[in-house]
């Protein structure tokens, strides 16, 4: 427009060329309203794209998560089974055990009766009741020592899975969290 002198046009060529750059400029509101809707179209697709993306990592991540538990909960039920399985079997012994000291209690009192004098009677005693002592010393020991073992083995593994939990929960977190950051400013722009 510099370049052509304005003065020497005429009336009807100067409102021709306001017309031209008036169409033009409305062509150019246009393209740019069409443009900028294109551009929200685009943006609207995109946040729910990555709406539906964040909500399948949440639902997999969830899906992770409640089968680790499920399996923590399996784990946990197997070693209660076998604990309640060896408290049961140590019961058994235990029964056993008593019956037996029982009976030798009982053949003890027959000793005495049947002995000729008390100095007898407490020389057979005597035996008896220290293999009784000893054998009772030793199964209380042996019922501590297991139950110990398998205490500690119980919440080593109770930790061991705890920590692959939380291993996981970190992994996850680490993998969606940039994710659910973009995600959440997106809604709070919106």
């Not at 991540?61 to 399996?71: D, L, P, S, T, V």
């Amino acid at each position: 427009m510099s370049d052509i002198n304005l003065k020497k046009l005429s009336r009807a060529d100067l409102l021709e060329m306001m017309i031209t750059y008036s169409e033009e400029a409305e062509a150019a509101k246009k393209h740019e309203r069409e443009y900028k809707e294109e551009l929200e179209k685009e943006k609207l697709q995109l946040q729910r794209d990555f709406a539906e993306e964040r909500a399948k990592m949440l639902s997999n991540f969830e899906e992770e998560k409640a089968q680790m538990r499920a399996k923590f909960g399996e784990q946990k039920a197997q070693m209660q089974e076998k604990f309640d399985k060896d408290i049961a079997g140590l019961k058994n012994r235990l029964s056993r055990e008593k019956a037996e000291l029982q009976k030798q209690v009982d053949d003890a009192l027959m000793k005495i009766e049947n002995s000729q004098s008390l100095a007898e009677a407490s020389i057979q005693l005597g035996g008896i009741m220290e293999a009784a002592q000893k054998s009772a010393d030793l199964y209380v020991e042996t019922l501590k020592k297991n139950a110990s073992a398998e205490y500690q083995q119980l919440m080593q593994e109770i930790e061991e899975s705890r920590n692959k939990i939380k291993l996981m929960e970190k992994q996850a977190e680490k993998k969606y969290g940039p994710l659910r950051e973009v995600t959440e400013k997106e809604e709070k722009a919106c």
